[in-house]
């Protein structure tokens, strides 16, 4: 229902240098055959395989062809270029010796016994990783380290990447006390906001901004107001249960946000509300919980924003529990888990259920959460569920 209602983010042209972590939203293709050249592979000498083959173990050295310039050729099959790694391969030859298999005297190279020949032995031929014509990167993919290189290779100095939504993220209630402020006894910190902006930073979203708006429908209506019109994704922690001050959905109906759906059969996080808002913002509404924040954003705001930018759904991973899991639930359940390595190199999932929706403590050093169906049976060992990484 989420992924039907958000619209496509547009595209944008960004400097290489401003591309990491960004999703790719044109096809790149390479400008010239990947290597361009037949290309050599290590240092040594370019020789005629042929000449090799009937013989041939001195050769006459004709001079050096380093890397970056114009290719050098051999005059003869008793000829032989000295070479450098990453060079053109010199015109007349098809095979490098490497310099551990030759001695060579003055310009004479003498390859040792124990050598070995064949064509393009140690060349990577001309086209040999991309040829013309063929995508190096597809359109969708979350461009790293590798995939920056790629583009560069092909020559772009910019390229098209999905434009950044604009978020804000929102903290409701008088009970929140910001850090750094005195508390009183019946306060609580404001801290979900924080874990909200710090996950979506480390998803790769760059906009990313929050405010805290108290227990006043006057004021959450004013600033909610405020924030529909300067950003693309609204997601507001707390106020959207049935108590008597959960006033959000209520705020958010009045200022034209359409109400998609409220409650999933889900623990923990069963309030969440979603909404579109009447410039096709997103509106998120999570449980004000800690856990339950933590979880709703991962397992559908991040993966949603994500596909609406246009990035292609990484595989479905799963893992099996390490240790039985007691959930008893006739709702889907999200239970934190740790991954460790047996001595085989095998991944397990060891359950780190939390004291309730409200033990944000129970969160630090997991990996993640498993997805586990309704069941009021025990989960043995072994039981293999969707896992979702933080």
């Not at 983010?9 to 790719?24: D, H, V």
């Not at 070995?116 to 031929?125: D, E, F, I, M, T």
């Not at 924030?227 to 997601?235: E, M, R, S």
């Not at 969440?272 to 509404?285: C, D, E, R, T």
Request: charged share 20%; hydrophobic share 40%.
């Amino acid at each position: 229902m989420i992924d039907r209602r958000l619209a496509s983010y547009p595209a944008e042209a960004r400097a290489l240098a401003r591309c990491m972590g960004q999703t790719l939203r044109q096809d790149v293709y390479p400008e010239r055959d990947n290597p361009p050249f037949d290309r050599v592979c290590m240092d040594g000498i370019a020789i005629d395989s042929e000449a090799f083959g009937a013989g041939l173990r001195r050769f006459k050295v004709l001079g050096t062809q380093a890397a970056g310039v114009p290719p050098l050729a051999i005059e003869s099959r008793e000829h032989a270029i000295e070479v450098m790694t990453g060079a053109v391969l010199p015109g007349g030859t098809d095979c490098i010796i490497p310099m551990e298999e030759y001695q060579q005297t003055d310009d004479v190279a003498a390859v040792r016994s124990e050598a070995k020949s064949g064509r393009y032995r140690n060349v990577q031929r001309r086209g040999a990783d991309s040829p013309l014509g063929v995508p190096m990167l597809k359109a969708g993919m979350r461009l790293g380290a590798a995939e920056v290189a790629v583009i560069a290779s092909a020559g772009l100095a910019e390229v098209l990447v999905s434009s950044q939504p604009r978020f804000m993220v929102i903290s409701t209630g008088d009970e929140l006390i910001e850090p750094g402020l005195p508390i009183a006894e019946h306060h609580v910190r404001r801290s979900n906001a924080y874990a909200v902006v710090a996950a979506l930073q480390g998803h790769g979203f760059e906009k990313v901004h929050n405010d805290h708006i108290g227990d006043d429908e006057g004021m959450l209506s004013d600033r909610l107001q405020q924030h529909l019109a300067q950003h693309d994704v609204l997601i507001l922690s707390g106020g959207v249960s049935k108590g008597k001050f959960d006033l959000v959905p209520k705020v958010l109906r009045a200022l034209g946000v359409e109400e998609v759906f409220q409650q999933v059969a889900q623990q923990p996080g069963r309030p969440m509300w979603f909404g579109i808002g009447p410039a096709n913002q997103a509106v998120f509404g999570l449980a004000g919980n800690p856990v339950s924040t933590l979880v709703c954003l991962i397992r559908y705001v991040v993966p949603a924003v994500a596909s609406a930018m246009g990035r292609q759904a990484a595989p479905q991973e799963h893992i099996a529990l390490a240790a039985p899991a007691s959930i008893g639930r006739a709702v889907s359940y999200f239970l934190p888990i740790q991954i460790q390595q047996d001595q085989a190199g095998r991944s397990a999932a060891i359950p780190r259920r939390p004291n309730g929706p409200g033990d944000f403590l129970a969160l630090t050093g997991t990996d993640g959460f498993l997805e586990l169906p309704p069941n009021l049976e025990p989960f043995p060992e072994g039981y293999v569920a969707s896992l979702y990484r933080w």
